[in-house]
């Protein structure tokens, strides 16, 4: 059973309550309560991080540089278990790591004002500037061509090629559409090769459930490190205009229901910009509105990819779960581009 690994981290056996926590969908997680204190029990999707020691080894590498040059940020560091571990391995089950429940913090599901998407985007750009001074190829690649969307479009294309036939049969309008798009491939292959794209450390997941925020509303920090690693910036900011900017999610089925709201993209860039106009480079500054479409269009492709591959990566609720996703994400970005010149022009 779950709760049998949390001895392990020091707690004791008949006190526990545990219950599942938060809608990710790679890592399980439970929130877990034990004599009054609170803390996120995670099982790390093994397939994915096919290496979850990088992981330990990065947030290690990032405690030590912020409590030397930054003491007062709040990093949520890993429980250790008595012999020392940031994670336990249970044969037959995974690993598992344990974090304290920050007190009086709350994350959200989803953007509802600017100034959540302003407080989000300026924390995700405080993490950055934070550690603009390490070392970044010190960190540990924990997903190989996480957002190499070159690959991820050369995948796209062999599903295509040798995925389900009947699925692909079925959803030929969305991949015609979807291949229009080869130009943002292009535009990051550009991007790839100008020495003005820094490698930054990276959040590469950056959905408003991944903030804590305080009683006031106020962002204290980021969570849910496991990608965290060299990336560029578009990375981050398009994530945030990818699931902040339409007041619903990847999930919806209703696509009436989808937008781009203004207000939000501004709030995004501001929050954003507060922290990091002096770091990001011209030619990146140029590129707000490119990581959107960027983003959106990756998880569009990634999630069309895993369908014709009969959904091997993504969980599934539903028989064409994953098509619905790339179809709800391929509208998304298609009113995203209609509002291309007003956005660019802010
Ligand atoms: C996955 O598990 P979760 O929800 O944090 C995925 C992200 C996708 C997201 C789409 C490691 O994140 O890249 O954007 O699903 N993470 C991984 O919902 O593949
Ligand atoms: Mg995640």
Redesign the pocket.
């Known amino acids: 059973m779950t709760k049998d690994v949390l001895p392990a981290f020091g707690i004791k056996e008949d006190s526990i309550n545990i219950e599942l926590f938060g809608s990710?969908?790679?890592?399980h997680t439970w929130k877990v309560t034990s004599f009054n204190k609170e803390y996120i029990l995670q099982k790390v999707n093994h397939r994915?991080f096919a290496e979850p020691h990088k992981i330990a080894r990065n947030q290690r590498l990032i405690a030590n540089y912020l409590r030397k040059h930054h003491p007062d940020y709040m990093f949520i560091a890993p429980i250790t278990s008595a012999a020392g571990h940031e994670l336990i391995y249970r044969s037959g089950e995974g690993y598992f790591r344990l974090f304290p429940f920050v007190a009086d913090s709350h994350s959200k599901d989803v953007v509802e004002t600017p100034r959540q998407a302003y407080e989000a985007a300026r924390q995700f750009g405080r993490f950055t500037r934070l550690l603009s001074g390490m070392d970044v190829m010190q960190l540990e690649t924990t997903?190989p061509d996480?957002h190499n969307l070159a690959l991820r479009y050369q995948q796209f294309l062999d599903a295509v090629e040798n995925g389900n036939r009947n699925r692909r049969d079925a959803c030929q309008p969305l991949i015609e559409e979807l291949l229009s798009h080869r130009v943002i491939v292009e535009q990051y292959e550009a991007i790839k090769a100008t020495p003005d794209f820094k490698l930054r450390v990276t959040h590469h997941?950056t959905?408003i459930s991944n903030v804590l925020f305080d009683k006031n509303n106020n962002g204290m920090c980021v969570i849910?490190l496991?990608?965290v690693m060299p990336g560029y910036f578009i990375s981050d900011v398009g994530?945030m205009m990818r699931t902040y900017l339409s007041p619903v999610s990847?999930e919806e089925t209703d696509f009436s229901k989808i937008q781009v709201r203004e207000e939000m993209y501004n709030a995004v860039v501001e929050g954003y910009y507060s922290e990091m106009k002096d770091v990001l480079t011209s030619a990146e500054k140029g590129c707000f509105f490119y990581a959107g479409k960027f983003m959106i269009y990756m998880?569009a492709i990634r999630f069309i990819t895993d369908h014709l591959n009969n959904d091997v990566y993504?969980g599934v609720h539903y028989k064409g779960h994953n098509l619905v996703r790339a179809e709800n994400q391929a509208f998304l970005l298609a009113r995203l581009i209609e509002k291309q010149a007003r956005l660019e022009k802010r």
């Open positions: 990710g969908l790679i890592n994915v997903i996480f997941d959905k849910d496991d990608t994530d990847e998880q993504y």
